[in-house]
């Protein structure tokens, strides 16, 4: 008991700075949101939840709500299952792993700018490699960053290229520790790879997928730089959550600001 209280006491600390730099920004960012200020006239009043119901009321907002969970949702599953299914091909000892893990790894070394600049040119509509094979082989050149119909899937697609290699390692790393005792035991039972795969390699595996979903959730829902780099911003019925706030941000100073303690 005593020795539990000393634990609780040496936690504190940390505890305190932790709910000071997360904690107080929320609650003073809630509180300043439901005030005006006007930095001419320095006047601070009361607007209760004015601000937010002229955020509900933009199209733009709706739209950039819709568009951040599509790109959320896809590109995080589609991650999610690249990264497991070739973490599990590497994971069969095919040979060579020294080489493939390295090269597997590659698109995750490179900066946005550079991923994104990388792709802006092979996606051109006129002078892009992609658009180029496709002639090649007889199909028509696709709008791919012009359109607001496949804008949004090839930065999907592009976002999802530069970040599998992280979930294969994650996930790669998870196969590592589970026993080779469990598959030779379910081999010599006769269990199917699918089988083998549903009862061991799954049910380990969960704590890392889980890890994964979470990390690239958060990571996809806040991604700003690539849109706007591949896009230059000029699709409007596009627009991300971080790309809807970055647009508005005088209009949002006023509520997220103080998020940094900055002055409105």
């Given amino acids: 008991m005593k020795t539990r209280s000393i634990s609780y006491i040496l936690v504190l600390p940390s505890l305190a700075i932790m709910l000071f730099t997360t904690l107080y920004p929320i609650i003073g ?20 939840l004015n601000e937010y119901i002229e955020l509900l009321r933009d199209p733009l907002f709706i739209v950039s709500i819709r ?28 040979g060579g792993e020294e080489y493939i893990i390295p090269i597997l790894v590659l698109p995750n070394m490179f900066s946005v700018v550079v991923v994104s600049s990388m792709w802006k040119l092979m996606l051109e509509y006129e002078t892009g490699l992609i658009n180029y ?27 999802t290229w530069q970040w599998t290699p992280i979930c294969f390692l994650i996930f790669y790393a998870g196969l590592q520790s589970i026993p080779r005792e469990l ?5 010599v039972d006769g269990a199917s790879p699918i089988r ?9 595996l969960k704590p890392y997928i889980a890890l994964v979903l979470l990390l690239r959730s958060i990571d996809t829902f806040r991604l700003f730089d690539k849109v706007y780099l591949l896009t230059g911003g000029g699709l409007q019925t596009l627009l991300r959550l971080s790309r809807y ?17 900055l002055p409105s």
């Fill in 133 to 159: 094979i496709l002639k090649f082989l007889g199909f028509q050149p696709l709008p791919w960053l012009t359109s607001m119909d496949l804008a949004l899937y090839s930065i999907v697609l592009i976002d």
């Fill in 29 to 48: 960012v809630l509180y300043y949101s439901l005030y005006s200020y006007n930095i001419v006239t320095g006047e601070f009043r009361f607007s209760g």
């Fill in 183 to 187: 598959y030779e035991a379910a081999i």
């Fill in 245 to 261: 706030i970055y647009s508005r941000q005088g209009w949002f100073s006023g509520i997220l600001a103080r998020l940094l303690q």
């Fill in 196 to 204: 083998t795969f549903t009862s061991i390699t799954h049910p380990m």
């Fill in 67 to 94: 568009n951040t969970v599509i790109f959320s949702v896809t590109a995080t599953a589609l991650q999610t299952l690249l990264g497991l299914a070739i973490a599990v091909l590497v994971n069969q000892r095919i």
